[in-house]
């Protein structure tokens, strides 16, 4: 349950982290798509009707999703050794956490997934609230 300031916490902490996996198999037959990629674990838009928060309870069970974002700094050259065995299946993008939020400004790690499923091919929808995706408009138009 969120607290009744839950929009006036402090700035959101950032922590690094690398993945071992950049595209997620999911069998769901509500969505258009099969595999998503989350280049961010914890949010910091803290939308009150988020369903994400309670998806990732189980990853820490600290309530620290608003508070801590994992950025996984190694997305792109996992996706690069992926992606050429990958089937070219649409791929879902910020579909559990917003690839645009704030911390995109000055870590930048969508330039390199868009870039590489430009370069592969792969269709790819884009669910974000933040206008930092016109940032990335040459690399959406040429994919």
Known sequence: MLDANWYNKPMTRVIETTCSSALHYHNSKWLPFKYDINV????A?????????????????????????????????VLRRELPRFSREMVNLGGVT???QPVEKQ??????VLELLARYSVPAVIS???TLILRDGAVLIKG
Do not use: V
Not at 40 to 43: D, E, K
Not at 61 to 75: H, L, S, V
């Open 45 to 77: 838009h803290r939308c009150i009707y988020c369903y994400a928060l309670y998806s990732h309870e189980y990853l820490s069970g600290d309530g620290a999703f608003f508070d801590q974002i994992y950025a996984k700094t190694n997305i792109a050259d």
């Open 98 to 100: 917003d690839s645009y």
């Open 40 to 43: 961010y674990r914890g949010c």
């Open 107 to 112: 870590l930048c790690l969508m330039p390199g």
């Open 128 to 130: 974000t609230k933040s």
